[in-house]
């Protein structure tokens, strides 16, 4: 026998069974809502490296949202975040004025959240020196050059690498694009893969003479790797050295010449070699200075003075 309080307590029970249809019949029990599925935020802006000048601590602005329209919150993590605070707008800055001699390469991750969800992002950082004293209207540090520092051409420098993987090395991707396309006897001819080109028609202004075979063209560094190394380039993060013995983007950097004139100009700076061509004077000392100034590589005294003089005969 039940006592009186089971005896309810089984009514009760029972009705609720019968009011929510779970006495069988066609009736179903309701079912309870699914809550949404939320949308992690995400970055409108994935920048994965970026160059600044050094005593500024302003770094760059990271801009994130968030499809539901939840609040984010920034942080930073990695390597460096010590360094660095981001502001909730994710304006990121140095915690302290920067010194490109005291340390010149940095890596964060970039942590954005709704609570719920997260994204990151790795941003690198580098620092670059500020060269002030101006010279023939461009901004140049002039200090002599660092001949203890030790120089490994393949181990620092190593060339060519193929920087958007199309097979074409970037040593190729000069040639086509130096490429004189105006004689019918002499197209751009690529090997079956499209990877290499065999022949073609080059203008070698260092010498003023015309090159159509591919194996006789060498691609210049108008400012020579040992130069720039012992010029500032010693003290590049890895990464920016392999930047920089593979520069394609900026213009002035790499040049294609024959070997003859790029075996007699070695790593000489304008103290000690100039094109034969007398023509291109100028226009390879305007290159010599463009390239030092945005590289930010230290002219040393005879440079110096040797382009002044040069400039000043050729009437530059």
């Known amino acids: 026998m039940f006592d009186n309080f ?88 140095f915690n302290e004025i920067p010194s490109y001699q005291v340390k010149n390469e940095f890596s964060i991750t970039i942590e954005v959240t709704d609570n719920i969800d997260s994204a990151s992002h790795q941003l690198k950082i580098y620092l670059l020196r500020v060269c002030n004293e101006l010279f023939l209207g461009y901004k140049v540090c002039l200090e002599e050059e660092n001949l203890a520092i030790t120089y490994d051409r393949q181990t620092d420098y190593p060339t060519w690498q193929d920087w958007d993987g199309d097979c074409q090395n970037n040593r190729h991707e000069v040639l086509i694009n130096e490429h004189i396309d105006d004689d019918q006897n002499h197209p751009l001819v690529l090997s079956s893969d499209n990877c290499y080109v065999n022949s073609g028609k080059w203008y070698d202004p260092y010498d003023n003479i015309y090159f159509y075979n591919s194996s006789e063209v060498q691609i210049d560094h108008v400012v020579a790797l040992y130069e720039a190394h012992k010029s500032g380039a010693w003290y590049f993060p890895a990464a920016r050295k392999l930047k920089f013995a593979n520069n394609i983007d900026f213009d002035d950097l790499l040049i294609a010449v024959g070997g003859s004139s790029n075996s007699k100009k070695s790593s000489f700076d304008p103290a000690s070699w100039m094109p034969s061509n007398i023509n291109y004077s100028c226009e390879y000392l305007r290159k010599w200075l463009n390239i030092k100034a945005e590289f930010r590589l230290s002219i040393d005294e005879d440079e110096k003075i040797a382009i002044e003089s040069l400039y000043e005969t050729n009437k530059c």
């Open 6 to 93: 089971t005896h309810y307590k089984y009514l009760f029970l029972s009705f609720l069974l019968v009011a929510c249809g779970g006495g069988g019949g066609s009736s179903s029990t309701p079912e309870m809502p699914s809550s949404s599925k939320n949308n992690a935020p995400f970055f409108i802006n994935t920048i994965s490296e970026i160059e600044i000048d050094e005593l500024q601590t302003e770094v760059v602005t990271i801009e994130a949202d968030d499809a539901d329209g939840d609040i984010i919150r920034y942080s930073l993590s990695g390597d460096d975040p010590s360094y660095f605070s981001i502001s909730s707008n994710g304006e990121i800055a």
